[in-house]
């Protein structure tokens, strides 16, 4: 694609798709930033609304987990974050990571039926691949929170170093998907859930249900990374904080993993 014939996102459809469907939430949209949650944070300080959408087209300094950079090429992803201001614990915002990981899930696998999963907290994966990445950050006194996705819709290829790790929606349908339709229903569902999760600020019901249907790494032998000693076992779902239950190798007893902590692998692989 060349600077000429780029096709840049149309925010107005995506807004007239969640209308459609009673969805209102200020968006606001930018062809280029440093980053959206940059970008989410500077209007939380003044003042934005709960649920206000900050979306871009390209980001010139996008940001990824562990102090990471994020690639978001324009014409073909999408950077997102969302503003909230949901008055939990500290220990609770890692929470919101695993609604938007279910929500990214959802809403791709509506738009195009691909067979999506998430791999513990929050990667939508498909093959072994990810399809998203997702970054939550909340300011010290937690007045809002700030998650962030970014989403890998119509890559036709990844640099060499993320070709194994790395996929988009193109790849995997082998045509172009529409990335308004993608945008409109994740947020769909996130609102969907967030609404559910708010009642009780934790993960329970049908939202929990949903994401154990669609987390890949159930029932499978896992290891987990913990700082203070790795162990494997089998994972069996999550509990209502979002922690994933190891059920241990070593000593048969059933650890949660809390998700800011430690990472999950497949003892074969990612997943
Ligand atoms: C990861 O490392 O997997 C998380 C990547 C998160 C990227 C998204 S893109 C939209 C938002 N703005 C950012 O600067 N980062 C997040």
């Given at each position: 694609m060349t600077q000429t014939d780029r096709i840049l996102l149309d925010p107005e459809d995506i807004h007239s798709r969640l209308t459609r469907e009673g969805v209102g939430c200020p968006l606001f949209y930018r062809?280029?930033?440093?980053s959206t949650n940059e970008w989410a944070k500077r209007a939380a300080a003044e003042g934005a609304a709960d649920g206000s959408v900050y979306l871009a087209d390209?980001?010139?300094?996008g940001k990824g987990r562990r102090g990471r950079t994020w690639q978001s090429p324009e014409g073909t992803s999408v950077s997102m974050s969302l503003l909230l201001r949901?008055?939990?614990?500290?220990?609770?915002?890692?929470m919101l990571t695993l609604i938007m990981g279910l929500s990214a899930a959802e809403g791709m696998k509506a738009v195009t039926g691909l067979d999506v999963g998430i791999k513990w907290p929050n990667d939508v994966v498909i093959g072994g691949r990810k399809l998203c990445g997702i970054l939550t950050e909340a300011n010290s006194l937690v007045e809002y929170i700030v998650v962030g996705i970014g989403i890998n819709c119509n890559m036709e290829a990844f640099p060499e170093e993320l070709s194994q790790t790395a996929t988009s929606l193109r790849l995997e349908m082998g045509r172009p998907v529409s990335r308004e339709a993608v945008t409109a229903e994740i947020l769909k569902a996130f609102y969907r859930n967030y609404e559910e999760f708010r009642k009780t600020c934790t993960i329970t019901g049908s939202v929990k249900e949903a994401y154990e249907d669609l987390?890949?790494?159930?029932d499978r032998q896992v290891r987990v990374l913990d700082p203070k000693g790795e162990y494997e076992g089998i994972s069996l779902g999550i509990n209502e904080m979002g922690e994933l239950l190891v059920q241990r190798a070593d000593n048969g007893e059933a650890a949660a993993v809390y998700a800011g902590e430690v990472s999950v692998r497949g003892i074969y692989g990612y997943v």
């Open positions: 062809q280029e930033i440093d390209y980001q010139s300094a949901p008055e939990i614990p500290a220990d609770r915002i890692s987390l890949v790494n159930r």
